[in-house]
């Protein structure tokens, strides 16, 4: 585009040279807007970690988290229908794909949740938890009870590993 411009530039067909012009600077403009949204997005903090054990805050179900989104990434259909409009923070706060335990709920295997509809448990939870992807996406479980992710898993989102070592009786 930058050639074509400085080719009409030398045959003087300086209204082709204006809109080449414009458009250049258009997509500088949305390749910097697209810049800032990624930064944005790469600084994100998020309350849950890959692995964690949660609970969804209205519906009671014990889940693991298996994926995040900096924002719903939902259709505006299906955003509509889950009244994620309605929500405190809406559709801009992170969201999390969750695995949910198949003794809760057997019908519901992954959810989409808001950060703000999910809770942390309180303190290390080593109880049952079954769900027939847990091997795929997971090591097994740490120390807490929560869930360490696969190498690709942490890599897709790009988050470290976290596990809780378990606790050393004979030290």
């Known amino acids: 585009m930058v ?10 067909n300086y209204a082709l ?23 944005v997005y790469e600084n994100i903090q998020y309350a849950f970690r890959l692995g964690q054990k949660g609970r969804h805050k209205v519906f009671v179900y014990s889940g693991v988290i298996c994926g995040m989104d900096p924002v719903c990434c939902i259709s505006s259909s299906l955003r509509e ?8 923070r809406g559709s801009n706060q992170p969201f999390y794909q969750v695995l949910v335990d198949v003794h809760v709920d057997p019908d519901l295997l992954v959810a ?19 769900h027939p992807y847990l091997s795929f996406l997971f090591y ?3 120390a807490a009870g929560d869930f360490i992710p696969i190498k690709q898993l942490r890599e897709k989102y790009n988050r470290p590993r976290h596990e809780v070592p378990p606790i050393d009786e004979d030290a």
């Open 3 to 12: 050639v074509n411009l400085q080719k009409a530039v030398e045959a003087e």
């Open 17 to 39: 040279a204006a809109e080449l012009r414009d458009e250049i600077n258009k997509l500088e403009a949305e390749s910097l807007a697209a810049l800032a949204n990624a930064l």
């Open 81 to 88: 229908s889950a009244c994620i409009d309605k929500l405190t």
């Open 112 to 130: 989409y949740v808001p950060e703000e509809n999910l809770l942390a448990p309180d303190g290390p939870n080593k109880g049952r938890f079954d």
């Open 140 to 142: 097994g479980m740490d």
